[in-house]
């Protein structure tokens, strides 16, 4: 939704709030991730609720909420209560500020006994932290400490030991440090918000006492904002890929008209300097794992020739696909997102030009087009609006742009073989498929919430849910790595099952598209049952929910040779393969675990 994307109105968010959260849930064909979340506030926090509501359900998220009663956010993380038990919260998110220190040091205090508090108070957030992740195993999002709005110590307060900046910033550091050891755990960074939004408007005193909200209420939809950018890539939801237009977006002028010699870019002047810090900017991204792509009006040898300009930040080769052509920009972002192979939903298209930019949200509505404004917007209205937010960086990420390079070019050798299987030969194709390992934790997490078309149940599951049935006995759980002689595919499929008596029941399956029709769902299913026969287990049971998007594998478990048992009203699908008498593998192309 157009008016939920920065830069948005905050006052009219907060007035409309209900036609709004009304208008969102009448939107059709959306699948949503439902989850539980757990509000523990050391302040009001009726108004974030809602805000966070309308964020989260805009990135097709429904959320459930328990809110705390007011300042209660200690007791109920350290003591629990039954209401929250029985919520059986999915993420807690603490929200805490600076006003929810209890001691800060004096002027008269020695710095031993400073250290001392800081230390206190860090450990009791670290308790109540801990405690509700061993309850729930849930994900834990706790806020940083915003600056106060005054100093009593001046220019000194941010330098001197006993200045409440200088304590704040010592507390900040141990927070980030906890952080940084713990995977499951993330910092909302209010005070970068508060910041931003202006420290002292941020801590109106008026809302406070009237309110009891740690920050301006007219501020509230900026900071709610902010928090749902984490929930959302936690639950899979970033953006995948940024698809850019040429002229007067990543250079200045139209390179057709003014010759690549002539547009803006560089260190000449103003204007060049200007898009050559928004070529850094977006050519950080591509090391974040952000796929880049050009959709512009253009010949291609003139796109090509502003790209290999010496003084270019980015390169011809920075992008997946350069479609510089005369079509229109709404069917080459089609074109791009299919031959790719990921979904319309995960383009970000950034173009000066409104009258594109309204071509393309009315023809492609599922597609992300951001009012960028000016050149110098275009920075602050992408980062601002959290389209990759990062919550980890894995190995996967750092090569991913080299991995979907790998699949064009395997997608190219595919057209010059006559025979399918001789062509996966070809590729002499290699499978690690192993139980779940720390190592990849991460990704089999990225993977469950990013996955729509080749997925059976679409069950979305928190890196914190995923270690908790790594460690669980009772369950059978697969990774599946697939490498050829073009390079590493990474982590590209996961499932995982429980046992009951002789019976494994396959919660999840699933598998990303780039490797679909390669032998390794064939390789994945010859593994699980593999494991099953090693435990007792006689009938394997799958299922499959339909989606909007998962009809390609709706007929997945007959194909590998289950029986349906029921099929009721919805499409909802329940499959039994009986293994008592062996099973014979389908495998034919991939050397699994050499």
Not at 58 to 78: C, H, L, P, Q, T
Not at 541 to 555: E, I, L, S
Request: charged share 25%; net charge negative.
């Amino acid at each position: 939704m157009l008016e939920l994307q920065y830069p948005y109105d905050a006052e009219y968010i907060l007035r409309k709030k209900k036609s709004i959260k009304k208008a969102l849930l009448a939107r059709e064909n959306i699948n949503y991730t439902t989850k539980k979340i757990a509000v523990l506030g050391g302040s009001t926090t009726s108004n974030v609720v809602l805000m966070l509501e309308l964020f989260l359900l805009d990135n097709g998220i429904k959320a459930e909420f328990y809110e705390s009663e007011y300042n209660r956010f200690w007791e109920d993380a350290v003591f629990g209560n039954p209401e929250l038990d029985e919520f059986g919260p999915d993420l807690v998110y603490f929200h805490t500020t600076s006003r929810n220190i209890l001691n800060f040091p004096t002027v008269k205090d020695p710095q031993d006994k400073i250290e001392d508090m800081a230390r206190a108070e860090f450990d009791r957030f670290r308790q109540a932290w801990e405690a509700v992740q061993g309850r729930y195993h849930c994900t834990v999002i706790q806020n940083n400490m915003e600056q106060p709005f005054y100093r009593l110590l001046g220019n000194s307060d941010v330098s001197d030991v006993h200045g409440r900046l200088n304590f704040i910033h010592r507390l900040n550091s141990m927070f980030y440090e906890y952080a940084q050891a713990h995977e499951t755990f993330y910092i909302h960074d209010a005070n970068y918000q508060a910041s931003v939004y202006g420290v002292k408007r941020w801590a109106d005193p008026a809302d406070w006492y009237r309110y009891k909200y740690a920050m301006a209420v007219a501020a509230i939809p900026d900071f709610a904002f902010s928090l749902s950018h984490i929930i959302k890539a936690i639950y899979g939801k970033n953006k995948k890929a940024l698809t850019l237009d040429l002229d007067n977006t990543l250079w200045g002028g139209v390179v057709g008209d003014d010759g690549p010699e002539n547009i803006k870019i560089g260190q000449e002047d103003a204007v060049s300097e200007l898009y050559s810090e928004f070529q850094e900017y977006v050519k950080a991204h591509k090391d974040l794992g952000i796929l880049l792509t050009v959709n512009s009006k253009n010949d291609e040898e003139n796109a090509i020739a502003g790209l290999s300009r010496p003084d270019s930040v980015l390169k011809p080769e920075d992008f997946l696909i350069i479609k510089a052509n005369w079509e229109n920009k709404d069917r080459n972002l089609v074109a791009t997102a299919n031959e790719i192979n990921i979904g319309v939903d995960s383009l970000v298209f950034i173009d000066d030009n409104p009258a594109e930019r309204a071509i393309v949200r009315d023809s492609v509505p599922s597609s992300t087009v951001p009012e960028v404004g000016l050149p110098e917007t275009y920075i602050d209205v992408i980062d601002s609006n959290g389209f990759f937010e990062v919550t980890g960086i894995s190995a996967d990420d750092l090569k991913r742009n080299e991995m979907y390079k790998a699949n064009l070019e395997r997608a190219a050798t595919e057209s010059s073989f006559a025979d399918y299987g001789e062509y996966l030969k070809s590729l002499e194709m290699v499978g690690e498929i192993r139980a779940f390992d720390a190592v990849y934790m991460a990704r089999i997490a990225e993977l469950t919430n990013k996955s729509n078309q080749f997925n059976l149940t679409t069950r979305r599951c928190s890196l914190a849910e995923i270690e908790q049935i790594a460690q669980d006995p009772q369950y059978i759980t697969l990774y599946g790595r697939l490498l050829d002689r073009f390079g590493d595919n990474g982590v590209v499929s996961v499932a995982f099952g429980h046992i009951d008596g002789k019976t494994a029941d396959i919660d999840l399956w699933l598998m990303s598209c780039r490797v679909l029709k390669r032998d390794m769902e064939c390789a994945m299913m010859d593994e699980f049952v593999r494991l099953c026969l090693e435990r007792g287990v006689t009938t394997v049971v799958g299922h499959y929910y339909p989606t909007a998007k998962n009809k390609m594998v709706r007929d997945f478990f007959a194909d590998r040779g289950f029986t349906l048992v029921n099929e009721d009203g919805e499409g909802n699908r329940l499959y039994e393969l009986d293994i008592s008498g062996g099973y014979e593998t389908t495998n034919r192309y991939i050397k699994v675990n050499p």
